[in-house]
């Protein structure tokens, strides 16, 4: 009995591997929905689903996503005087670096997309800029904050995010114009290129700002006690505490700072306090912990008050919360989730594509990419330009968010804070 | 004499691995929209029969060989970064610096590993491969945890057209040669004394010894080889064709995991068993990830534990079982 | 800050975190050595304990210590499931074999979980005091983890010294034939020596939820895989009590050396402690190739 029943598994087993590879070969993609005759540009996106960078990815998918349905709700792009709606397919990379490279041929030659935004996170854009570079697909870098990728020469990739290394200026700055007494900056970060370049771009500047770096150290990844190089840190003294990673070290490092007793007048932690489930973790343990974010919620960014040089672009902000909320919801069957700055990042990635389309006149690459070059608006998600040469973003700007009583508020710049800050943070015994 | 008639006899067991290396070459240049799904797949089935060089064929499991392959990666970023001035001949010497790179690793490690049986083995390669990882980020040594991006240099060098040749083409070509180059050399194995005396000690280590098999040399033979392809594979997948190579990515042991899993799939210690396991694996992931993104993982699960419980001894133990025509039988090592 | 407090910091810390280390080997351990089988979904399994402390704290508001009994049950259950279907086909195939179906159960796992609970970092806030010990402060919940790791320790010391089952189980690992004949049901003691290792390993994902209320998501197993594969050896494979001293020694040399690394300029002391761990590793295994306590 037990050799047949074997036999039988085994010959099902065979056929349904013979039949993955033919398929493999003779599927289409399930792109999106066909519609009634009417132009469309079609987006191609490796986002992360699964592994490390899940969560990152499936935010900045939805927030793409939402500005796609709010722009085809608008009745579309304007392109030369032709209408093209936008459509975005999408496949799930595993944030894996070997996946995203075969996906992103993928989309370019198989489901022929007319442009790319990236995978989350540096690591994962780097291995697909060759893969857009080679096919002169225009690729829009959301999620990749990496300095280095638009110092190798790529003329067809541009970026969204504040690059890392301008990522924890904002709370100098903040320090700088609150409290002339603080001096002593301790930086402690995770040891990955993202972390190491954030670090590095905050001590210089924090050196250019007359502060005076008294600790700066790094933990390896997947850490599961920072107590030796905590209390290195506590000896040193400092009147601000910045640096942090990814979600797990950073709820770590706070809970380890509390846990420690490692009192500063400002504690600023990358990633980590920027999503709901930071406060839901440490609960009032995270009341006065603040973050560098490149987008928040309650930002005021609006279109009656448009900065010089720049306009006004895109959905409002309430808008874009509307159309995220319903995307999740129905695509997604996410109930009740918050956009965070990832799904803000993905949005305007979407944004600048439509705009600089719209700028062309035409459908043609080069001559997108071209327009980008010429790209000023204010949108929902702050400031947006790029270094023609390079494509690096330099109009956006960071925001300083803290929470406060289980909610997250902006303190700075003061032309987008909602709340005033909570400082110097009081000592962690007064939390309980 | 000896040694061509060997060559002839491994020409004529490696028949058919060769044959699906070069439908896959055909596929390449005929399907061009599916070039990075193939040179996905050719990855897949060199990191499998690189491995089963030396798992398959000893029985011993390797869990740090990924370090392997990340110093291959590092030998071709670093030649290409320290000399692409001289142009091609820098992607040669990166080649070259990424055996050597390996092959060193390996003598080291086999020289402390490979005293060990069984599991110790295993595990004490993954002390290897993170203690190399880590001392690297944390000793601050060629690029750090930062890693070496030689993406610059190339264009530098080549100009754009020709680097994102170098990085989509010629890397994959790289990996149809290494590719080949595996298959011959586990044929030369299989069909020579040396794959008999591993075959020995796979079954029984002590008694293989007894006979007066020279168990350590043969051991390090196959450690080294293994390594050394290992190497050229992390070169042209990981520096030239990813153009990054960065600590937390080529350091991952989800890839040697990856490799044990196609090995078994297939079936180890045989010619056409990884092969069938790369394809099998590779494939089925990435039709999985393009019908349902997000729930490939979910079904590939039950699916490995299928195959598992049904063909212990991999799909080729499997079908060979049952294969009564001696000639069929061979085609099918 | 005076290197005393520095000192006994770290050997407070690395001790407490050595013994989590310790009991969250002692599963991987008994598995191996009563059914010589890798479980690589280790840290998968350590992962749904950890989930477990945290939904019945969340959502019922349960003390932490109180859901051990529930992973316990979960984990056996759980090893019940995987041994009848997959564990008992394969503990006669090739070491490969085995490997392989870890591998996915504990893929299976991981993505079941994602898939339930999303992929989100969670954690939970289990007020308890604060003390000071030694001029350093720690969490009372720590003290308490560690505890109870030490109390699960002595549970599984008795079941395997104390009890027929533990008798009977000693016999298989000595004598499988020798056990057959005289009339032990080995497959069953297979079965429940599984479903025992994954108990306890359930069980201590919620005591490192507890020692760490942080960082709780469905890919936390991975680096938990490793270590304990690390500690296990080190131990001596199949050596419970082994790997229970090696985890102590582990977390001790994990800080400890940083005290001394950070003396050198240029490297990240903490960063490198790893390096020294797996060197540590390298170095026990070359003087005693069955680690410390393998015979």
């Known amino acids: ?432 | 004499m000896v040694f061509t008639n060997a060559v002839r006899r491994a020409l004529r067991k490696a028949r058919l691995t060769l044959a699906a290396y070069i439908i896959l070459g055909v596929l390449y240049l005929a399907f061009p929209h599916y070039s990075q799904l193939i040179a996905t797949l050719m990855f897949y089935m060199i990191l499998a029969q690189a491995f089963n060089i030396f798992m398959g064929m000893t029985g011993y499991i390797d869990f740090g060989y990924v370090a392997f392959v990340a110093m291959g990666a590092y030998g071709m970023a670093l030649a290409v970064e320290s000399l692409y001035e001289l142009g091609w001949a820098s992607i040669i010497v990166g080649f070259l610096l990424a055996v050597a790179l390996s092959v060193a690793l390996a003598s080291m490690v086999g020289a402390i590993a490979l005293r060990l049986r069984g599991a110790y083995f295993a595990i004490a390669t993954i002390g290897v491969n993170e203690g190399v990882r880590y001392l690297i980020e944390g000793a601050n040594l060629v690029g750090g945890s930062e890693g070496v991006i030689i993406v610059r240099e190339l264009r530098a060098t080549f100009g754009r057209e020709t680097a994102n040749f170098i990085m989509t083409g010629l890397a994959d070509l790289a990996l149809l040669l290494i590719g080949i180059t595996a298959v011959m050399i586990t044929a030369l194995i299989l069909s020579t004394r040396v794959g008999y005396a591993l075959q020995a000690i796979r079954e029984d280590e002590d008694a293989a010894r007894a006979l007066g098999i020279n168990v350590t040399r043969y051991k390090v033979m196959a450690f080294t080889i293994s390594a050394g392809i290992g190497g050229l594979l992390g070169a042209a997948n990981w520096a030239l064709k990813g153009g990054y190579v960065e600590p937390a990515h080529v350091f991952n042991i989800h890839y040697t995991v990856e490799a044990i899993v196609m090995v078994m799939l297939g079936g180890p210690g045989t010619l056409l068993g990884p092969i069938i396991g790369g394809l099998f694996y590779g494939s089925m992931n990435y039709f999985l990830g393009v019908i349902k993104p997000g729930l490939q993982l979910l079904f590939l699960a039950p699916i490995l534990l299928a195959v598992v419980v049904a063909l212990p001894k991999g799909l080729m133990g499997y079908v060979r079982e049952r294969v009564k025509d001696p000639r069929l039988r061979e085609l099918l090592t | 800050m005076p290197f005393a407090d520095l000192v006994v910091g770290t050997l407070l810390y690395g001790a407490l975190l050595g013994v989590i280390y310790g009991i969250a080997t002692a599963g991987l351990s008994l598995i191996f050595g009563v059914l010589k089988i890798v479980n690589v979904g280790h840290g998968a399994f350590m992962m749904i304990g950890a989930y477990t402390t945290y939904w019945f704290f969340t959502l019922y508001g349960l003390n932490p210590v109180l859901s051990l009994p529930f992973s316990l049950a979960i984990g056996a259950l759980l090893g019940l499931a995987f041994y009848y279907p997959v564990v008992r086909r394969v503990i006669d195939a090739p070491e490969m074999a085995s490997l392989l179906a870890t591998f996915a159960m504990g893929l299976l796992l991981q993505e079941a979980a994602r898939m339930a609970w999303t992929s989100d970092y969670r954690g939970f806030s289990w007020e308890v005091a604060r003390l000071e010990i030694g001029g350093v402060s720690i969490y009372a919940s720590k003290l308490i983890a560690a505890g109870l790791a030490l109390l699960l320790l002595l549970f599984h010391y008795v079941v395997f010294y104390r009890t027929k089952l533990g008798l009977a189980i000693r016999a298989v690992v000595q004598d499988r034939e020798g056990a057959l004949v005289v009339g032990i049901n080995v497959d069953r003691i297979y079965a429940l020596s599984f479903s025992i290792g994954i108990a306890i390993t359930v069980a201590s994902g919620s005591l490192l939820a507890i020692y760490n209320p942080v960082g709780i998501n469905p890919y936390m197993g991975a680096i938990l895989t490793l270590k304990a594969f690390v500690i296990a050896v080190m131990g001596g494979l199949g050596s419970i009590g082994g790997a229970f001293i090696a985890g102590v020694l582990f977390g001790l040399f994990e800080n400890v050396s940083y005290v001394v690394l950070t003396g050198i300029e240029g490297v990240q002391p903490l960063v490198l402690t790893r390096f020294i761990a797996f060197t540590l590793l390298l170095v026990i295994l070359l003087v005693r190739p069955k680690g410390l306590f393998g015979r």
Do not use: C
């Open chain 1, 1 to 432: 009995m037990k050799s047949i029943s074997t036999t039988l598994v085994a010959v099902v087993v065979l056929v349904v591997i013979v039949a993955a590879i033919a398929a493999v070969f003779l599927m289409r993609a399930p792109g999106g929905q066909e519609g009634a005759g009417e132009e469309k540009i079609v987006i191609g996106m490796p986002i992360s689903l699964t592994g490390k960078y899940s969560v990152e990815g499936e935010m900045s998918l939805i927030g793409a996503l939402a500005v796609i349905e709010w722009i085809n709700e608008q009745g579309g792009v304007k392109v030369g005087g032709k209408t093209y709606m936008f459509d975005l397919k999408y496949y799930d990379d595993e944030s894996n670096p070997d996946r995203v490279i075969s996906l992103t041929e993928r989309l370019i030659t198989q489901d022929k997309v007319d442009f790319l935004i990236s995978p989350y996170s540096s690591g994962l854009t780097f291995k697909a800029a060759p893969i857009a570079d080679k096919n002169g697909v225009l690729m829009i870098a959301q999620g990749a904050a990496s300095d280095k990728i638009f110092q190798q020469g790529y003329q067809y990739v541009v970026q969204v995010y504040t690059p890392g290394s301008r990522y924890l200026t904002s709370a100098l700055d903040f320090v700088k114009a609150t409290d002339p007494n603080a001096k002593k900056v301790a930086i402690i970060y995770k040891e990955n290129e993202f972390s190491r370049t954030v670090a590095e771009g905050a001590r210089k500047y924090a050196e250019q700002l007359g502060f005076q770096v008294v600790f700066y150290k790094s933990y390896p990844a997947d850490v599961s006690d920072l107590t030796p190089i905590l209390q290195e840190l506590a000896a040193s003294q400092p009147d601000i505490i910045i640096g942090g990673g990814h979600f797990q070290d950073g709820q770590l490092l706070a809970k380890q700072l509390a846990e420690l007793n490692i009192n500063a007048k400002l504690v600023s932690i990358l990633v980590a306090p920027a999503l709901p489930k930071f406060y839901e973790a440490l609960g009032s343990l995270a009341d006065g912990i603040t973050y560098p974010a490149q987008w928040e919620m309650g930002v005021k960014y609006s279109p009656d008050k448009v900065p010089e040089g720049y306009e006004w672009y895109g959905p409002t902000i309430d808008e874009f919360l509307k159309y995220f909320t319903s995307v999740a919801e129905s695509r997604f069957q996410k109930q009740g989730l918050k956009p965070s700055y990832h799904a803000a990042g993905g949005g305007a990635a979407v944004l600048m594509l439509a705009k600089a389309l719209e700028m062309a006149g035409t459908t043609d690459t080069d001559a997108v990419r071209k327009a980008m070059n010429n790209l000023q608006i204010q949108t929902f998600f702050g400031k947006l330009k790029i270094d023609p040469e390079t494509g690096l973003q330099i109009g956006h700007d960071m925001i300083l968010g803290q929470w406060q009583s289980g909610s997250k508020v902006i303190i700075w710049p003061p032309e987008a804070a909602n709340a005033e800050p909570i400082y110097p943070l009081p000592p962690w015994s007064e939390k309980g």
